[in-house]
């Protein structure tokens, strides 16, 4: 069956840096685009970022230029580097692939 298994997230202070990982299998992952998505309390769902089966990347504005998608086939996994993190960024982070969804991997951004 289809699995995500999303991890990286913690604590750390403003402009810090984390690096979130996801783990699939169950699909084949190669042929997917892939993205992650965050929820913080009481906000709706959005998309961060998206990095395409030949690699291309699209970003929400508000991370532009601090986070970096990047993907590696042959280990089923797509990764968010995030750099100079704010409050604003502390959510749930998901990474979905074909059509499920993870538990997700908590980000919180405080000093």
């Known amino acids: 069956q289809v699995q995500l298994v999303e991890s990286g997230g913690g604590l750390v202070q403003p402009g810090g840096s984390l690096r979130l990982s996801c783990a699939a299998s169950g699909f084949i992952f190669s042929k997917w685009t892939m993205g992650w998505y965050r929820q913080a309390p009481g906000k709706q769902r959005e998309v961060v970022a998206g990095?395409?089966?030949?690699?291309?990347?699209v970003y929400a504005d508000s991370v532009k230029g601090r986070f970096t998608i990047s993907r590696v086939n042959a280990k089923n996994t797509v990764y968010l580097q995030m750099n100079s993190l704010k409050p604003a960024d502390a959510a749930a982070y998901y990474c979905p692939g074909a059509h499920h969804w993870g538990r997700g991997t908590q980000v919180s951004v405080s000093s």
């Open positions: 990095v395409t089966t030949g690699g291309s990347t």
